[in-house]
Each structure stands twice: as C-alpha cells, then as structure tokens.
C-alpha cells in the first residue's frame, strides 16, 4: 500500500505517525510520573500507619478500644 503513495504523502504520513508516537509517550511518562508519586504517598501512609500500630500495641489498648476512639473520631468529624 505504502508503494502506491507518492512519497511527498509517505513523508506526512511518516511525521504525522511520529507525531503520535512522541505524544503517547509523553502523555506515558506523564502517567508513570503520577503513578510513582500514589506509590510513594502509599508507601509512606503504611509506614504511618505501622507507627501508630506499634505505638498502640504498646499502650496496651484492644482493638476494640482503639478502633471504637478512631470511630467516634471520624463520627465527630462528619458533624
């Protein structure tokens, strides 16, 4: 198919395909850049949240304690 072309209209095709190629790549990059920061921001929330279970292990506290202030925290926030 390419043959039949003239090779002024290869040539647009070819920079127009390039063209493509550039942005999708960009917009890629722009993606995997995003995504690397959610990565980050996760990795450092479990590391909080090992923190604070450590600390709340250490208090003595049970679960049920601790998830019933954490709890009554977030009701107190919604009102």
Known sequence: ???????ETRDKLK???IEVLV???SEMN??????????????QMS???QAEFDKILKSGKTMKEVFGGIHETISG???
């Open 15 to 17: 920079d127009k395909f």
């Open 77 to 79: 926030l919604i009102r």
């Open 47 to 49: 590391l909080d949240y």
């Open 1 to 7: 198919m390419f043959e039949k072309l003239k090779p």
């Open 30 to 43: 722009t993606a995997l850049v995003r995504l690397k920061v959610e990565m980050e921001a996760i990795s």
């Open 23 to 25: 942005n999708r790549m």
